[in-house]
């Protein structure tokens, strides 16, 4: 009994992913036939919602999913012949094809209007289906209980002037559902004593005349498709630094993009080192090979708040325990700006699979070669900071030692068991930092007047991972990288590399601002402008 309420609980999830995926615009809520959009049957003490607003656009959305050849290659692994071949099994499964708005008419749902999946603090979830006509849909899901569920024989549940509609096997209720405001508030066995107390209530108590939601939604993109609300107070985030988070996502043929707002409740220093300061460009430094660019355009002296997170707690043990400051000795002399990027190694082990993430097992920089460049504020302070940081390497297992570059300034060089480490440099008002130390050369050589990476964003953190690069330089390895008999793997390689290049751009950006936390995801698609 246990596995199957999951299992049913499961398909009201996976029914609201496919209309989530396939929503229109969001703008404003949508009206219902008996009056009030979606948000009139959603209850203020929800402790999350996901709202979408037409469900007739949903087969727009999944044909671009379809088209992608991502799509294609992962399908063919599961024995489809194509994309479509997996939609077709997947709607399938759902007995409507939200693809059609014919199908959805014809099942009695009003695919011009929204749907929603709401969660209520006891746990119990349901969905809310606008309906067109209540006839079509009750056969609809009679048809689908019984298919589904072994469910066919219908009853029904008096609360008044309510009725719920029940599917069941024998007495056993395994989905009910129950109209209100021209919406099918619907959910599994264990949600359905849950049904007549949602229908009945008031508008005060819905989430249609929750201030904090429409001021919230409100400052989410106008071209949003969906809408994931977690209100102040949920459960969800008891354990998480913010008191509420508003997302939104969006998908179109040029890409996939997810924006979150998050209200911050944690440690107000940790905030500060997401606010972006002003700041000059060391993007022309990095390497025009690179695939990933980051660059971090907050105060670094506010990241001594997140000094244990970045360090991890080993090396910020061997920090304390040699009496090394990272805050007075680094951050506090580093300006905003810092950049920092990754290229593919000349000759990575790809015969060895993927690495370890245990850097005691394996040199990261075997893969990718590490370039940075940042700013300083007092030029004189670098060498003496690299003198103390050089006498506590062998803390944490490495060994650093100073040695002077043919233009008469210092180096630190890094070694530690699995080979080098990264290695820094002062030049200037800069500190280079990279791995190997060929990549320092070039950097201490560079004028600083390369290409950069376009794209990243005036956040305080921005990341840009060129996939189409990556892939590029993949497919340029010397036959040498691949090892003895890595003509298989290389081809196994090439192979993936064919059917997930319409992936074009990751972009990844965080920012601060009046205690709200931004977070920004974009998937480029296809041939959309890089």
């Given at each position: ?196 107390g949602l229908a009945a209530m008031t508008d005060s108590d819905s989430l249609a005349s929750d201030k904090a939601y429409a001021a919230e939604v409100e400052k989410l993109p106008k071209d949003r498709d969906v809408v994931v609300y977690l209100p102040t107070g949920t459960p969800v985030l008891a354990q998480a630094p913010f008191s509420a988070v508003t ?30 300061q002003p700041s000059r460009s060391l993007l022309g430094y990095l390497p025009a090979d690179a695939f990933l660019v980051t660059r971090y355009s907050g105060d670094p002296s506010k990241l001594s708040a997140w000094s244990r997170q970045l360090l991890g707690t080993y090396l910020a043990r061997a920090f304390d325990d040699g009496g090394f400051d990272l ?204």
């Amino acid at each position: 009994m246990r596995g199957r309420a999951g299992e049913r609980a499961s398909r009201l999830a996976l029914l609201a992913l496919v209309f989530a995926v396939g929503c229109g615009k969001c703008t404003k809520p949508t009206s219902g036939a008996a009056g009030g959009g979606i948000e009139r049957v959603l209850p203020r003490g929800a402790v999350g919602v996901v709202v979408v607003p037409a469900l007739a656009s949903a087969g727009q959305k999944l044909r671009i999913l379809e088209a992608l050849k991502v799509t294609a290659f992962a399908a063919q692994l599961r024995g489809f012949d194509d994309g479509k071949g997996f939609a077709d099994a997947l709607v399938g499964e759902l007995g409507i094809d939200v693809r059609s708005a014919e199908a959805l008419e014809k099942a009695g749902v009003d695919g011009t209007r929204g749907a929603a999946l709401a969660v209520l603090v006891t746990g119990h979830a349901y969905l809310a289906l606008p309906v067109k006509d209540a006839a079509k849909f009750h056969a609809t899901l009679q048809t689908l209980a019984k298919q589904r569920l072994g469910a066919g024989a219908a009853g029904e549940q008096k609360f008044g002037e309510l009725t719920v509609k029940t599917f069941s096997v024998g007495a056993a209720p395994k989905l009910g559902y129950v109209l209100s405001n021209g919406y099918a508030l619907l959910t599994d066995a264990k949600g359905i004593e849950k049904l007549a107390g949602l229908a009945a209530m008031t508008d005060s108590d819905s989430l249609a005349s929750d201030k904090a939601y429409a001021a919230e939604v409100e400052k989410l993109p106008k071209d949003r498709d969906v809408v994931v609300y977690l209100p102040t107070g949920t459960p969800v985030l008891a354990q998480a630094p913010f008191s509420a988070v508003t997302g939104a996502i969006s998908l179109t043929p040029a890409g996939l993009s997810v924006l979150a707002n998050a209200s911050w409740k944690g440690d107000p220093a940790q905030l500060a080192a997401l606010e972006t300061q002003p700041s000059r460009s060391l993007l022309g430094y990095l390497p025009a090979d690179a695939f990933l660019v980051t660059r971090y355009s907050g105060d670094p002296s506010k990241l001594s708040a997140w000094s244990r997170q970045l360090l991890g707690t080993y090396l910020a043990r061997a920090f304390d325990d040699g009496g090394f400051d990272l805050k007075t000795q680094v951050l506090d002399q580093l300006q905003p700006g810092v950049v920092a990027s990754l290229s593919l190694s000349e000759r990575p082990p790809m015969d060895k699979g993927m690495p370890s993430l245990d850097l005691r097992q394996t040199n990261p920089f075997t893969y990718a070669h590490l370039s940075g460049a940042a700013a300083v504020k007092s030029p004189a302070a670098v060498v003496p900071s690299l003198e103390k940081m050089a006498a506590l390497a062998p803390k944490f297992g490495a060994e650093m030692s100073l040695r002077e570059r043919p233009d008469g300034q210092k180096a630190l060089i890094t070694t530690y068991a699995q080979g080098e480490g990264v290695h820094l440099a002062p030049k200037g008002d800069l500190v280079f930092f990279a791995s190997p130390v060929q990549r320092l050369d070039a950097l201490v050589k560079s004028d600083g007047a390369g290409v950069a990476m376009t794209g990243l964003g005036d956040e305080a953190v921005t990341v840009v991972i060129d996939l189409n690069k990556l892939a590029a330089s993949v497919r340029a390895l010397p036959e040498s990288a691949w090892g003895l008999g890595g003509f298989a793997i290389k081809a196994t390689t090439v192979r993936w590399l064919d059917a997930t290049d319409d992936l074009k751009r990751v972009t990844i950006s965080v920012g601060a601002k009046d205690r709200v936390v931004q977070a920004k995801v974009m998937l480029t698609l296809g041939g959309a402008a890089r």
